[in-house]
């Protein structure tokens, strides 16, 4: 696309800056163009006949346990919480539409969907989306509104075409593509803290000291609770890993969605922010749905602005607070008081947002898929080596690592 040069530099710093919002698009976007996978672990049969023991219950252990189902091997998933999905979570009690509290967007090609089904990738698409082409957006610099051209909106689409599901989320994706082939397999309340991978059984403690033993073991948790030490292995992993481990950004964060009576904002308010992102975007866009619903993504550093708050209540009063200052009080008059809060930076079993591999050392990510003694492999978005990350990322880590897993020799 022709840029007379005069504007270059203006639409650069757009381009920068809502980089850093639409949580983090941009930089989703970037590794869509890498290549998806022809077959993944789904397209293969195995005949492993040991026991495998899978930790997390979000897409990436869904995924795996999917390709153990399939092949009749030996195998439970040790979860944390008392349900599946991990960061991906939906609530359908806000609005006449289903909300994705955690993953939202889908930021890889549509194709993608095709393939962490295990069907080709050009196939029709069954799910229903709606591009993610905005009409509107506006800035805020903490005291103005400023307007994005359309134009400029009209370029970023072009150049990163993202969706969003219009009728489902991402959790009904992994619930019903995945989950459910092995949601029977699945340990609930289960909370790993030791792995002991010495001799040649592994054996897994859970805090309530219940102990299970396995020939290989599958690490799906999220790398901020890999940082925490909340699980500790036996022996120690190697210096190079926990190098890798601890260099991998993941920042913490939070999610609101607001019920408003009355649609009085744009498509997106981008706010200004100084390490981190705080964006307000209609979840509604273009569902064609009755009710108006506002979203809040918070993640990075300003996070602090809110952490300080007591209550969710008070972070409510405060978003509403800003949103009057931008829209002269109109926040106030159109909120009904009902709001959904998912602080994933504060839940001890996920502890962040997300990560992106392909701002991360490849000397890192390469230590981060190595497994410990060939009895334990990690899986998760940050383990694609597809570079698709989030939901698609974890999805195909989760083929990945159970396909090593399931063909490494002793
Ligand atoms: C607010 C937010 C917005 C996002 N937006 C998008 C988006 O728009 N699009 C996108 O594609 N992705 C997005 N992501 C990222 C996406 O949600 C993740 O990449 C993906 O869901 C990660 O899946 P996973 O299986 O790797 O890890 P997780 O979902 O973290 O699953 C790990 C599982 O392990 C369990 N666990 C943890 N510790 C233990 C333990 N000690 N014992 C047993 N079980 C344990 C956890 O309870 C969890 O169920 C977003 C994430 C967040 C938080």
């Known amino acids: 696309m022709y840029v007379k040069s005069r504007h270059k530099k203006s639409l650069f710093f757009l381009l920068i800056l809502l980089s850093i919002s639409l949580s983090g698009c941009f930089q989703w976007a970037a590794r869509a163009k890498n290549k998806l996978p022809n077959q993944t672990?789904?397209?293969?049969?195995?005949?492993?006949?040991?026991?495998?023991?899978?930790?997390?219950?979000?897409?990436?252990?869904?995924?795996?346990?999917?390709?153990?189902?399939?092949?009749?091997?030996?195998?439970?998933?040790?979860?944390?919480?008392?349900c599946f999905g991990g960061r991906l979570k939906k609530d359908s009690t806000l609005a006449d539409f289903p909300i994705d509290m955690g993953a939202e967007w889908i930021h890889s090609h549509p194709n993608a969907l095709n393939v962490l089904k295990g069907k080709k990738a050009t196939a029709k698409i069954h799910e229903e989306l709606i591009p993610y082409h905005l009409d509107s957006a506006l800035k805020w610099d903490n005291k103005r509104l400023k307007g994005v051209k359309k134009s400029y909106l009209?370029?970023?689409?072009?150049?990163?075409?993202?969706?969003?599901?219009?009728?489902?989320?991402?959790?009904?994706?992994?619930?019903?593509?995945?989950?459910?082939?092995?949601?029977?397999?699945?340990?609930?309340?289960?909370?790993?803290?030791?792995?002991?991978?010495?001799?040649?059984?592994?054996?897994?403690?859970?805090?309530?000291?219940?102990?299970?033993?396995?020939?290989?073991?599958?690490?799906?948790?999220?790398?901020?609770?890999?940082?925490?030490?909340?699980?500790?292995?036996?022996?120690?992993?190697?210096?190079?890993?926990?190098?890798?481990?601890?260099?991998?950004?993941?920042?913490?964060?939070?999610?609101?969605?607001?019920?408003?009576?009355?649609?009085?904002?744009?498509?997106?308010?981008?706010?200004?922010?100084?390490?981190?992102?705080?964006?307000?975007?209609?979840?509604?866009?273009?569902?064609?749905?009755?009710?108006?619903?506002?979203?809040?993504?918070?993640?990075?550093?300003?996070?602090?602005?809110?952490?300080?708050?007591p209550t969710e209540k008070d972070v409510i009063v405060e978003l509403i607070r800003e949103l009057d200052n931008m829209f002269n009080g109109q926040a106030s008059r159109y909120y009904t008081g009902e709001y959904a809060y998912e602080n994933w930076g504060e839940n001890q079993f996920i502890q962040g947002t997300w990560t992106q591999a392909f701002q991360e050392k490849r000397r890192h990510l390469k230590q981060l898929n190595k497994s410990l003694e060939q009895r334990v492999y990690f899986a998760g978005e940050i383990n694609d080596p597809y570079k698709q990350m989030g939901v698609p990322g974890a999805i195909l880590s989760g083929y990945s690592a159970i396909h090593q897993l399931l063909t490494d020799k002793n």
């Open 41 to 82: 672990a789904l397209n293969q049969t195995y005949s492993y006949k040991g026991k495998v023991l899978i930790i997390g219950a979000g897409a990436a252990g869904l995924a795996a346990a999917k390709v153990l189902e399939q092949n009749n091997i030996d195998y439970v998933i040790l979860e944390a919480s008392n």
């Open 154 to 309: 009209d370029f970023y689409y072009n150049f990163i075409s993202e969706s969003k599901f219009k009728r489902s989320t991402w959790y009904d994706f992994v619930k019903v593509n995945l989950a459910q082939n092995v949601d029977h397999k699945i340990i609930y309340n289960t909370n790993v803290q030791e792995i002991n991978y010495e001799e040649d059984q592994v054996i897994v403690k859970t805090e309530s000291g219940i102990v299970y033993n396995a020939d290989r073991v599958l690490v799906t948790v999220s790398i901020g609770v890999l940082k925490s030490n909340h699980i500790s292995f036996i022996p120690k992993i190697n210096r190079k890993k926990q190098k890798a481990v601890d260099a991998i950004t993941f920042r913490k964060g939070f999610k609101v969605a607001l019920k408003f009576s009355k649609k009085f904002y744009p498509d997106v308010i981008q706010c200004k922010a100084k390490n981190g992102e705080r964006t307000f975007y209609d979840i509604a866009f273009k569902k064609e749905a009755k009710t108006h619903v506002l979203g809040f993504l918070c993640v990075g550093s300003e996070v602090s602005r809110y952490s300080a708050l």
